[in-house]
């Protein structure tokens, strides 16, 4: 599973022209699954996401969590996540997951993301045209995968 976690001020993902979900002070997740993910790498992620250091105290420093912050959490899946750019200039995604097995460990990491915050989680819609804004704060943007934990 890898995530891009970006810091923003305010999010929104419209789907034909309408907002599906927007949120102020939070974090924008996208979301790529494969199919070696599991409920390991959901607990996992969803700990790291919530617990994730990223917000300034009131020296300035990154030291807050967004639950600490009562912030919110945007998580968009994006397949594209898993490109692979090895060979030509076309990328391969052969390592994303079809959506048979993506949308339940998506639905999973929902409310895994939902139980951990305490609150709900706003998203897209799997599978959909979307067109994600945020405005980025910071610009903090950080790569996780729970393949390769560093």
């Not at 419209?14 to 924008?28: C, H, M, R, T, V």
């Not at 750019?85 to 997951?97: D, F, L, V």
């Not at 048979?100 to 993301?113: G, S």
């Amino acid at each position: 599973m890898r995530a891009v976690i970006q810091r923003v001020k305010a999010a929104s993902v419209s789907i034909d022209g309408k907002i599906k979900a927007d949120i102020g002070q939070g974090l924008l997740v996208l979301l790529g699954i494969e199919d070696q993910d599991n409920d390991d790498d959901i607990n996992w992620l969803s700990s790291k996401i919530v617990n994730l250091r990223i917000f300034n105290d009131e020296n300035g420093v990154m030291n807050i969590a967004v639950k600490e912050i009562a912030g919110d959490i945007l998580l968009v899946s994006q397949f594209t996540l898993h490109a692979s750019t090895k060979k030509g200039n076309r990328p391969s995604y052969i390592r994303a997951s079809k959506p048979d097995i993506a949308i339940p460990v998506y639905e999973k990491m929902i409310r895994q993301l939902s139980n951990d915050m305490g609150k709900k989680i706003y998203t897209g819609e799997f599978g959909a045209d979307m067109q994600v804004q945020l405005l980025n704060d910071g610009p903090v943007t950080i790569v996780i995968d729970s393949k390769n934990k560093e």
